[in-house]
């Protein structure tokens, strides 16, 4: 398992030392480094990353703060001199706590960490769904409530990433199916020929689209962003119905 990662510090040095951690780390793959969380601020809505590197003490925004803008399926690791931001650090869900000069042995540790979380993570989605026979083109079964439930892609909405968990939002249901899997994951079993990521946290179905809005699109009154990583793909596939 390959986990990709950022680096997040406002001191040069740190940043090159966590650099030079990371390229001798064979599961990592370092895919953005910032000197302010107010760089980082912008990607991190449209990028998904999976391990944060992140300094605590930084001018404009903090560590703490920025946390709080980061998706519950990003792994936390903070980085500071301070040792008294360790309590304050477990609050925001941090996986773990390294107190500068940052030794690649406690960088090791925590960073295998991150690895077994998303190792059983990965292994208890692979028991969350079902789909039969293989590449089924019409239905999906996922685990939800302590039961195996088929749902229909026709009836399919949208799709909402939502913590740990998904929201499958279906037409004929009033409330969504809650069930522990990965956007990912979805968005490799329902077919490309009726669905499509928009968003890090939205896939939507194609012919449920209403109408599209200033970046939105809008299915059931319900207003979806199109993240700008998307917007590509997106415009793509209006411009091939519009043919």
């Known amino acids: 398992m390959e986990l990709t990662c950022w680096i997040i510090d406002d001191e040069p040095l740190a940043i090159e030392l966590l650099e030079s951690y990371v390229a001798k780390t064979s599961f990592l793959k370092l895919t953005g480094t910032y000197s302010s969380a107010m760089q980082a601020m912008q990607d991190i809505t449209q990028q998904s990353v999976d391990i944060i590197y992140l300094d605590i003490q930084m001018p404009e925004v903090s560590g703490m703060e920025f946390a709080n803008f ?9 980085t500071t001199a301070f040792s008294e931001y360790a309590l304050e650090g477990y609050r925001v869900d941090a996986l773990d706590y390294l107190l500068k000069p940052i030794s690649y042995t406690n960088f090791l ?5 991150a690895l077994k979380w998303y190792e059983m993570k990965q292994s208890a989605l692979e028991k969350e769904i079902v789909v039969t026979p293989e590449k089924d083109e019409e239905q999906m079964f996922v685990k939800a409530d302590h039961k195996l439930i088929r749902v229909l892609f026709k009836d399919i909405l949208y799709i909402e990433g939502w913590k740990d968990y998904v929201k499958i939002h279906l037409e004929v249901e009033p409330h969504p199916i809650l069930s522990l899997l990965s956007m990912k994951g979805l968005e490799e079993t ?14 939507i179905q194609k ?9 939105r699109v809008i299915i059931n009154k319900k207003e979806l962003p199109i993240g700008e990583s998307y917007k590509e793909d997106f415009n793509k596939m209006i411009k091939g119905a519009i043919e």
């Open 70 to 78: 980061i998706d519950q399926d990003t792994r936390i690791i903070f």
């Open 207 to 215: 012919n449920k689209i209403d109408y599209i809005s200033k970046n």
């Open 109 to 113: 540790v925590a960073t295998k960490k």
């Open 190 to 203: 329902l077919p490309a020929s009726k669905f499509i990521r928009i968003h890090r946290s939205y896939i």
